[in-house]
């Protein structure tokens, strides 16, 4: 296991070792569990998304990127980009792959690292999910990470995560749309093969929008969070888990609602090709939880094992790098 010089109150390997980790159970669903999920996916289908993308913004690494806005369950209106190949327009150019890119508790100010994709001849739209900085912002939706993460918990049918899983739902709605060649044209000809990459946040809002949308053929999940709740009750951090672990303790009967945004049990009705990539070491997102997420996949699943989230080390540069070249290699043998 590493040892990390840190300043933390508390062991951010929460004194497990890989065997430990590997061996951490998923939740049990609640009997109506994938009844939930499923009517959840069905409304989100049924939006019109009526995307609309607009100037280039940037241009880098054989891809262009534009702003985009789609619409997304409750008419709210979700704003990203939509990265292109550089040498066609959306209506013709000639993409081959494409991708839905969430981004961790926080938000996002820009495409940042996703760009470039896993695989050449790509594209991808990376929503900025409701309440989230910088293109997420909504009126009564707060955009800090421990703020947001208790809006409407009182409620299955109100909380947040719900809504901003259907933003994901959504935009790959809004992408299919964009890019016609993505199902084999205009018409439609063949099912959608689409690739999924999620982070921290946007791993545990991932592990729970993927069983239930046979749009997905494979995904990566990095660091994932929300993995085994009442384990993660019991596990100081320095996310946003915090927050609802505080929460818990004033409203206990709140875990009646978290049993159905576990992302560990989500994942036991995950059967896509799944490359998770949880750490050894985080503050912020205790690894007993991401490795839950991992453990519980019900398909096809590969480990890579990081040594620290969450956390700027000596070796971060080199993680990022075999990571990168790992995703590679898994949409290469994964995705058509």
Same mark, same amino acid.
Not at 196 to 218: C, K, Q, T, V
Not at 255 to 261: A, P
Not at 298 to 309: F, Q, T, Y
Not at 318 to 323: M, N, S, V
């Given at each position: 296991?590493?040892?990390?010089?840190?300043?933390?109150?508390?062991?951010?390997?929460?004194?497990?070792?890989?065997?430990?980790?590997?061996?951490?159970?998923?939740?049990?669903?609640?009997?109506?569990? %994938?009844?939930? *999920?499923? +009517?959840?996916?069905?409304?989100?289908?049924? =939006? @019109?998304?009526?995307?609309?993308?607009?100037?280039? $913004?940037?241009?880098?690494?054989?891809?262009?990127?534009?702003?985009?806005?789609?619409?997304?369950?409750?008419?709210?209106?979700?704003?990203?980009?939509?990265?292109?190949?550089?040498?066609?327009?959306?209506?013709?150019?000639?993409?081959?792959?494409?991708?839905?890119?969430?981004?961790?508790?926080?938000?996002?100010?820009?495409?940042?690292?996703?760009?470039?994709?896993?695989?050449?001849?790509?594209?991808?739209?990376?929503?900025?999910?409701?309440?989230?900085?910088?293109?997420?912002?909504?009126?009564?939706?707060?955009?800090?990470?421990?703020?947001?993460?208790?809006?409407?918990?009182?409620?299955?049918?109100?909380?947040?995560?719900?809504?901003?899983? %259907?933003?994901? *739902?959504? +935009?790959?709605?809004?992408?299919?749309?964009? =890019? @016609?060649?993505?199902?084999?044209?205009?018409?439609? $000809?063949?099912?959608?093969?689409?690739?999924?990459?999620?982070?921290?946040?946007?791993?545990?809002?991932?592990?729970?929008?993927?069983?239930?949308?046979?749009?997905?053929?494979?995904?990566?999940?990095?660091?994932?969070?929300?993995?085994?709740?009442?384990?993660?009750?019991?596990?100081?951090?320095?996310?946003?888990?915090?927050?609802?672990?505080?929460?818990?303790?004033?409203?206990?009967?709140?875990?009646?609602?978290?049993?159905?945004?576990?992302?560990?049990?989500?994942?036991?009705?995950?059967?896509?090709?799944?490359?998770?990539?949880?750490?050894?070491?985080?503050?912020?997102?205790?690894?007993?939880?991401?490795?839950?997420?991992?453990?519980?996949? %019900?398909?096809?699943?590969?480990?890579?094992?990081?040594?620290?989230?969450?956390?700027?080390?000596?070796?971060?540069?080199?993680?990022?790098?075999?990571?990168?070249?790992?995703?590679?290699?898994?949409?290469?043998?994964?995705?058509?």
């Amino acid at each position: 296991m590493p040892a990390f010089s840190h300043d933390f109150p508390f062991d951010p390997a929460y004194g497990h070792t890989l065997d430990d980790l590997l061996a951490v159970p998923a939740p049990p669903a609640p009997a109506d569990f %994938a009844a939930f *999920w499923r +009517a959840r996916h069905e409304a989100a289908r049924a =939006v @019109p998304t009526a995307p609309v993308v607009g100037p280039v $913004e940037e241009v880098r690494d054989g891809v262009r990127v534009h702003g985009v806005t789609y619409t997304s369950v409750g008419g709210v209106r979700v704003g990203g980009w939509l990265v292109l190949p550089d040498d066609g327009p959306v209506e013709h150019g000639p993409v081959e792959h494409g991708f839905v890119v969430g981004h961790g508790y926080g938000g996002r100010d820009e495409p940042g690292p996703d760009v470039p994709l896993p695989l050449p001849r790509s594209a991808a739209l990376l929503p900025c999910v409701r309440g989230m900085e910088t293109r997420g912002r909504r009126p009564g939706i707060p955009s800090r990470a421990d703020e947001h993460v208790l809006h409407g918990i009182g409620s299955r049918d109100t909380y947040v995560l719900a809504d901003c899983v %259907a933003d994901l *739902w959504c +935009a790959a709605s809004a992408l299919l749309e964009l =890019v @016609p060649g993505l199902t084999g044209g205009d018409g439609g $000809e063949r099912q959608p093969s689409l690739g999924y990459l999620g982070e921290s946040f946007g791993g545990g809002l991932g592990a729970l929008a993927l069983p239930w949308d046979d749009r997905f053929a494979a995904a990566q999940l990095t660091v994932p969070t929300f993995g085994n709740h009442p384990l993660r009750l019991t596990l100081p951090c320095v996310g946003s888990g915090e927050a609802v672990r505080a929460y818990h303790r004033e409203h206990p009967e709140v875990t009646g609602v978290l049993r159905y945004f576990d992302a560990a049990t989500a994942a036991t009705y995950l059967r896509v090709p799944t490359l998770t990539a949880p750490a050894l070491f985080d503050p912020s997102v205790p690894p007993p939880g991401q490795f839950a997420v991992h453990n519980a996949i %019900a398909g096809p699943r590969e480990l890579h094992v990081l040594e620290a989230g969450h956390f700027a080390y000596e070796g971060t540069e080199r993680e990022t790098k075999a990571l990168r070249d790992a995703r590679e290699r898994f949409f290469a043998e994964h995705l058509d």
